[in-house]
């Protein structure tokens, strides 16, 4: 039906073109131009006139773009909205059919965009009610026009043809022009078959296509529905250029794409042609893989040095305070110790920083090669994962209250000893394993940097940063290591020490407090209330002297499973959290709504952030919620947007994705002058914030804030 129509569309505009080119250049009628800053709009047509028995006639709407506007094809994407017209107001007029000619693509605020510049005319097919009768065509449109901003138009058009057979060869050239720029049905066309697959989470689209003529240079313009934001395609031809395959990120989309896919290919200017797709259940091969580039030895020794000044970094970054009270206990244990094992502990404290950073990197590994998100810091989004560390911090700061001592079945003790005394050793090894750790919830500078590099190249680049990400980290450790006599510069050991050792599990409490906050965030209350009780229920059975010492175990390991095991089984859909009256008002994320509050002229602070995120938290504290930089966000024009990424969401997965980020925080400044963002460093600083706001609206916004004051 559709190429039947293409075909009768044609043949209809054969006889007005050349009438066109044998009548000279005759003025026909057009209607009067609507002006503004961005576009001169006017209706044209072919006659000036309706010729006698004429049933249908050929007109456009005719745009004119001036420098740098662009307006949007039937399929505008997330951002656009496509152009409208209502023929209401219109005499003797059955029906009119509006054409698109194929679109051009162009980016905007960082999405790809279909659509037009310079000029355009959309062809229109006049039906008549009554066949050589006058005609009027009353057109109100409705248009958006974007360059830095988008800006709605809307206007009246009006067109009168009385009776006539005159052509004007200017109008009926362009209208005859862009009517070739419609795009063909399949069967005109020559393709033979067309499949699409979109694969279950909504990441992706891929378009394979086969046609009777090679294609030279295509562009492929999917339409998915509203609301579907696509990236840019990965084009391949194959089969001497008669195979077309695309795969197209989608960006954004609604929560169920269930249309059939209508595929739009452009090949120059004067091929074009639009398809239904087959949807498909399996993905579709390409016709060759590209030969990934890898990175030269220089690269990969300059990335693992960030790699390592990132761990290093790590040592003193918010997240340090469990961390710290590890590596203290750590030295105090060693301070009546000779050299030797004050070397050996520190090496063995090493070793475990390093085992789990390779475990990480194992994980992650895994992880990306199944096609799933990965990224720094991503298990504290794990109800399980907290669960585990939730336990583990509890019964450890009741052991340093005093509320029990960890002992060993005396035939074990005996067996170890006589293995040389290496027990020490295992506790060590688990205390630097416990502090890579509680490392992960931080970002610090360097580190954003080589963990995107790691995470989007080969398993071999995942191992070279995440090992010089965790010699980093155990650097201080193997100082010690290498000049053990360090330690005797501690004091010796004291009342002082339990002072300090209480200090440490009030800090490892607090760090598990932080964590049932986290959960709470990622599995809701009832999961915050089992494993509170469960886990508080082992340390209570551990602490109680008079059981025997085979039932207390059995009863805390027991609760410990099942505390670990609620987390993930009790988990549901945490509310959201109520936000204090002082805090500051943020609106929720939305990639799309970036973009249509940048067109209208509005700053937009993106904040990326997760109730596990120390560093997120202390940039808030620091700089967000301090002045100037809060007036600054709350003034008018200004627009403060926050990502919560405590649980898993693939949109702010995507988004960050977009920018080469694997983990947060993550900030990034939108404005007229910067529409694809000023991403800011992983640890804010005021004058950071101040400036990129100020460079995105193109004004001083901290001037405007003081004159507000």
């Not at 509006?98 to 229109?124: C, D, H």
């Not at 950071?688 to 001083?700: E, I, K």
Request: proline share 6%.
């Amino acid at each position: 039906m559709i190429d039947c129509l293409l075909i009768l569309r044609r043949v209809l505009l054969i006889p007005f073109v050349l009438l066109a080119v044998v009548s000279g250049s005759v003025a026909a009628a057009t209607s009067a131009e609507y002006q503004s800053a961005p576009l001169t709009a006017h209706l044209i047509s072919v006659q000036d006139g309706v010729p006698e028995n004429t049933q249908t006639l050929s007109a456009g709407l005719h745009l004119q773009l001036n420098e740098n506007w662009k307006t949007y094809w039937r399929s505008a994407g997330e951002v656009g909205i496509p152009p409208s017209v209502e023929w209401s107001g219109s005499e003797n007029v059955a029906d009119v059919e509006f054409m698109w000619p194929a679109p051009t693509r162009f980016t905007a605020f960082g999405i790809e965009n279909f659509g037009y510049a310079g000029e355009v005319v959309f062809p229109l097919r006049i039906t008549l009610e009554d066949p050589g009768a006058p005609v009027t065509l009353s057109a109100q449109v409705k248009l958006l026009v974007c360059s830095n901003v988008c800006v709605p138009e809307e206007f009246d058009l009006s067109l009168r043809l009385g009776r006539g057979n005159v052509i004007d060869s200017t109008s009926a050239g362009l209208i005859g022009t862009f009517s070739e720029r419609v795009p063909e049905g399949a069967k005109t066309s020559g393709v033979s078959e067309a499949n699409a697959f979109i694969d279950e989470d909504l990441t992706e689209l891929i378009v394979s296509l086969r046609v009777d003529e090679p294609l030279q240079s295509p562009d492929v313009f999917p339409e998915l529905g509203m609301g579907v934001a696509l990236g840019k395609p990965d084009i391949r031809l194959g089969e001497e250029d008669r195979l077309l395959w695309a795969r197209l990120p989608i960006l954004s989309s609604n929560t169920d794409v269930t249309v059939a896919p209508s595929i739009t290919v452009t090949d120059g200017e004067n091929r074009a042609f639009t398809i239904i797709a087959d949807r498909v259940a399996q993905g579709i091969a390409p016709p060759f893989e590209l030969a990934a580039t890898t990175p030269d030895m220089m690269e990969l020794i300059w990335i693992a040095a960030i790699a390592l000044l990132g761990g290093l970094i790590l040592n003193v970054m918010p997240c340090v305070l469990p961390v710290l009270s590890i590596k203290v206990s750590s030295v105090l244990k060693h301070t009546d110790h000779d050299t030797t094992r004050v070397r050996f502990g520190f090496v063995a404290a090493s070793a475990g920083i390093m085992t789990f950073m390779w475990g990480l990197a194992l994980v992650l590994w895994a992880l990306q090669t199944a096609g799933l998100s990965v990224g720094w810091g991503l298990q504290f989004q794990s109800p399980l994962f907290l669960a585990v560390m939730i336990a583990v911090l509890l019964v450890f700061s009741a052991n340093l209250f005093g509320a029990f001592e960890f002992a060993l079945p005396h035939g074990i003790q005996t067996r170890l000893a006589g293995a040389g005394g290496r027990n020490g050793y295992s506790a060590d090894f688990f205390t630097g394993m416990f502090g890579a750790v509680m490392a992960t919830p931080c970002s610090a500078p360097f580190l954003g940097t080589a963990v995107a590099f790691a995470l989007a190249g080969r398993g071999l680049d995942i191992l070279i940063v995440f090992s010089s990400l965790g010699f980093g980290l155990a650097l201080p450790y193997l100082v010690i290591a290498a000049f053990p006599r360090l330690v005797a510069f501690m004091p010796k050991p004291g009342r002082w020490m339990l002072i300090i050792k209480s200090v440490m599990g009030v800090l490892l409490l607090a760090t598990a407090v932080w964590l049932f906050w986290v959960l709470d965030g990622v599995a809701g209350l009832v999961s915050v209330i089992a494993v509170a009780a469960l886990s508080g229920l082992a340390v209570l059975t551990l602490s109680l002297p008079n059981v025997q010492s085979q039932f207390r175990w059995s009863i805390a390991i027991a609760s410990l499973v099942l505390a670990i095991a609620a987390g993930p089984l009790l988990q549901q859909s945490a509310p959201a959290r109520s936000t204090p009256q002082l805090a500051m008002a943020w609106i929720a994320f939305d990639r799309s709504d970036i973009a249509k509050r940048v067109s209208a002229g509005e700053v937009v602070f993106v904040d990326v952030t997760a109730d596990w995120c120390l560093t997120c938290k202390a940039n808030k504290t620091l700089v967000i919620d301090r002045e100037p930089v809060r007036s600054a966000l709350e003034a008018p024009g200004v627009t403060a947007m926050q990502a919560d990424w405590t649980r898993p969401d693939t949109r702010i997965s995507r988004y960050l994705e977009s920018f080469g980020r694997y983990g947060i925080p993550f900030n990034a400044v939108y404005g007229p002058s910067a529409p694809n963002g000023i991403v800011l460093s992983e640890l804010l600083t005021t004058e950071d914030v101040m400036d990129a706001l100020a460079q995105a609206s193109g004004r001083d916004v901290s001037a405007k804030v003081a004159g507000q004051e």
